[in-house]
């Protein structure tokens, strides 16, 4: 690299994208588990489109330390059921990639249905979650801990997604209308984009909170489960950040146009950004 020369922005900017974006060059994980810097996934299942990334962000590649956020998009094939979770693990604490690594592995088997209320088993999940992080914590001599959201998905007369979180990741819904949130949490931002406040509720506690929603869904929509990295400028979708994701996700990108895009340069957003994205497919003649 001559002198002149400078690690470039991505493809996908949104606005400005501040000086970090075009000078932190991704330095690898100083860590004896190295997380991979970027996941990406696709599938199709259950009449569904599946777009899943988890993209380091600026202030993980600048100081060398790992992407802390984790997904899963699990199809339960007894049950006809996506179950997508998505989970941040908390920055202060140097192990919670392992917290949110273990909560996004564990929750899609924890919140199988009641037999009797068909209702998934959310409080006894995350519970249980929280036990075994603490657990890991134990064994690692580490405190870990890590935001989490989950959505269950079946088909109705329309597709049904059952929420549950736990902390401040998100899950919105993209419509003809534009965005809406329908579940977790959005912080509030003072005037240059800055959440006013960086505390939120975890895995594990002694008393687990959640709060939980069901929306309804169906084709020409698409569902969007997110860490605060994306939910943060993106927030209630009706600025800048909002029209660029409604226009490339109105229709399920390729899979690495998909983890570019969560990537996307903007000032002062330099957190861990992790986004699961579910469309309902479109009939065949129409693909």
């Known amino acids: 690299m001559t002198q002149t020369d400078a690690p470039t922005v991505d493809d996908q900017v949104i606005g400005d994208p501040?000086?970090?974006?075009?000078?932190?060059?991704?330095?690898?994980?100083?860590?004896?588990?190295?997380?991979?810097d970027t996941a990406v996934d696709a599938a199709e299942a259950g009449g569904l489109v599946v777009?899943?990334?988890?993209?380091?962000?600026?202030?993980?590649?600048?100081?060398?330390?790992?992407?802390?956020d984790a997904y899963s998009a699990v199809w339960q094939q007894d049950l006809a059921?996506?179950?997508?979770?998505?989970?941040?693990?908390?920055?202060?604490l140097d192990s919670s990639h392992e917290a949110a690594a273990l909560a996004s592995a564990r929750l899609p088997d924890l919140v199988r249905p009641d037999p009797d209320t068909g209702a998934p088993h959310w409080a006894q999940a995350f519970d249980a979650v929280s036990a075994e992080i603490d657990a890991l914590s134990a064994a690692r001599g580490a405190p870990m801990a890590t935001t989490a959201v989950c959505a269950r998905i079946t088909r109705r007369a329309r597709y049904l997604a059952e929420?549950?979180?736990?902390?401040?990741?998100?899950?919105?819904l993209l419509t003809e209308s534009g965005w809406s949130i329908v579940g977790g949490t959005i912080k509030t931002m003072d005037g240059d984009g800055s959440p006013l406040s960086s505390a939120t509720a975890a895995l594990p506690s002694a008393a687990v909170e959640f709060s939980t929603c069901t929306v309804e869904f169906a084709a020409g929509d698409a569902l969007f489960v997110m860490t605060d990295g994306v939910a943060d400028p993106l927030?209630?979708?009706?600025?800048?950040?909002?029209?660029?994701?409604?226009?490339?996700?109105?229709?399920?990108?390729?899979?690495?146009d998909f983890a570019a895009q969560v990537g996307f340069a903007r000032r002062s957003f330099d957190d861990d950004r992790t986004v699961v994205g579910v469309w309902p497919a479109a009939p065949q003649g129409d693909r």
């Open 81 to 92: 059921a996506l179950v997508v979770t998505v989970c941040d693990g908390v920055g202060s």
């Open 235 to 256: 927030g209630a979708g009706r600025g800048e950040v909002g029209a660029a994701l409604a226009s490339w996700w109105r229709n399920p990108p390729g899979a690495l």
């Open 163 to 172: 929420i549950a979180w736990v902390g401040d990741s998100a899950a919105y």
């Open 18 to 36: 501040g000086r970090a974006a075009r000078e932190v060059a991704a330095a690898a994980p100083a860590h004896t588990l190295c997380w991979p």
């Open 51 to 68: 777009r899943s990334a988890s993209v380091r962000g600026v202030a993980h590649r600048c100081s060398g330390t790992p992407r802390q």
